[in-house]
């Protein structure tokens, strides 16, 4: 058994069920738990090592909800920075075509490091393109050797053009050959049990890359395993258009009739949605990954968020993929949900706190997980701060330090630790070789880009 004390923060916000916010006092982590939160006297003792948190804020480590790490790979490309989603997507096809094992590990170290200095202790990918020789497994390393908490996704496409889908051919999947691929990954790496660092999850691309078929197979599977289900849905008005033509009926409406609700189901985007279809998903506890960049970035709409919260639909927050973003930063992500809820006229419509809230407790909850996203004893020790003399804070934090994380510029972090685990300490992360690592994935980058 090892111990650690986080001693004398100025502040601790557990996002507990009370909502407390702490001052001055330290948090014992025994093994990869939390075991208490109290005064630096009742805990010293008990501790084999300790870290001054003094002039501190801690929190949980923000969990990522939906995202596509290969795609740090193709950020910026030119002729897709100016696109909306069908477009965006066709040209990058051709590019992602040309992935391979080496990259599919180069990009994920490099993304996850992004995403853990930044302040993500928990994150979701779906990797949904397999050519060459790329599986899940190389991502699935990456995350282990970087110490990240890991929700691995299964994507899958396997409408290509010829069948009406909008992929080409060449990158789409058999369904036999996805089906026994999804059971060999979750029978392998999928862990059930609290504190899980691995999950795997079922999630087939979107409706207009994978056939009703796949969808309903997919959700059995899902099922049998007891493992979530994951998909792309409502994310743009082209979207919504190809469901009404190709299957009759609505985005929400056609995952209905596939059994994709139910608490164990959570859909990336959910940008249009209709009033009656927010109370659809409330009734089933069908979860949704609000990605505030990738809507902007690809003018595809601002999704509902208010309307969500108020309607009690669980939503959680996500960068998305780098390539529609261009970037993985959880607490900018936040600053910018909070941001999109107000321009239409709602100065109220998303606040800080709420903001955090649906970055921790509502990551946790669409991901099937109460064990990560507040600190309380007996939560798993997932635990990132800041240092509250940062510049950005100055005369922010000292009326607010909740409000100042997110209202100030997002800032990386200075301590992360992920399972009990310093990952990060004084800003700088401890498990991987970042100059090296970023030298290398540009020149993966330029090869694969410059190849396609
Ligand atoms: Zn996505």
């Not at 669409?366 to 939560?379: C, F, H, T």
């Not at 685990?421 to 800003?427: N, T, Y």
Request: with cysteine; net charge negative.
């Amino acid at each position: 058994m090892t111990t650690l004390l986080l001693k004398d923060a100025d502040l601790i916000i557990t996002m507990d069920n009370c909502h407390r916010r702490i001052e001055g006092d330290s948090l014992l982590i025994r093994d990869n738990l939390v075991q208490a939160i109290g005064p630096a006297r009742d805990l010293a003792g008990q501790a084999d090592r300790e870290i001054d948190a003094s002039g501190m804020l801690l929190m949980p480590g923000l969990v990522n909800t939906h995202h596509h790490l290969y795609q740090t790979l193709t950020r910026a490309v030119p002729e897709a920075q100016d696109v909306e989603l069908f477009t965006w997507l066709k040209t990058l096809y051709l590019i992602w075509a040309n992935l391979d094992a080496d990259a599919v590990y180069t990009r994920a170290k490099t993304d996850l490091a992004e995403l853990i200095l930044s302040d993500c202790t928990t994150a979701a990918d779906r990797l949904y393109i397999y050519p060459n020789d790329v599986t899940i497994d190389d991502e699935i390393r990456a995350a282990r050797e970087i110490g990240i908490r890991f929700t691995a996704t299964r994507g899958s496409m396997s409408r290509g053009e010829s069948q009406g889908g909008l992929p080409p051919d060449s990158v789409v999947e058999s369904e036999a050959a996805i089906l026994k691929d999804t059971r060999r990954v979750i029978e392998a790496y999928h862990d059930p049990s609290p504190g899980a660092m691995l999950q795997i999850a079922v999630a087939p691309c979107s409706p207009f890359s994978v056939t009703e078929d796949l969808m309903r197979e997919s959700a059995r599977l899902a099922r049998a395993y007891g493992v979530q289900l994951h998909t792309h849905l409502a994310e743009t008005k082209d979207e919504e258009a190809y469901c009404l033509e190709t299957v009759g009926r609505r985005p929400v409406a056609y995952a209905e009739s596939l059994d994709w609700v139910g608490d164990d189901v959570w859909f990336a985007h959910g940008v249009h949605i209709s009033p009656s279809e927010i109370d659809r998903l409330a009734r089933t506890r069908t979860g949704i990954a609000h990605c505030p960049s990738s809507n902007m970035r690809l003018a595809s709409g601002i999704a509902p968020v208010r309307a969500y919260l108020d309607g009690a639909v669980p939503v959680g927050l996500a960068v998305d993929g780098s390539a529609s973003n261009d970037s993985s930063h959880m607490l900018g992500e936040a600053r910018l949900a909070m941001l999109l809820q107000r321009v239409s006229g709602n100065p109220a419509g998303l606040s800080a706190e709420e903001a955090l809230w649906i970055a921790t407790r509502g990551g946790a909850e669409v991901l099937g997980r109460d064990d990560i996203g507040q600190l309380a004893p007996g939560k798993a020790a997932d635990i990132i701060g800041y240092r509250l003399d940062k510049l950005s804070y100055a005369g922010g934090a000292v009326h607010d330090g909740v409000a100042a994380t997110v209202f100030c510029t997002p800032q990386d972090v200075d301590l992360s630790i992920i399972n009990g685990a310093v990952i990060v300490e004084d800003g700088h992360l401890l498990t991987i070789d970042l100059p090296s690592t970023i030298e290398h994935h540009n020149a993966v980058a330029t090869r694969l880009v410059g190849t396609h």
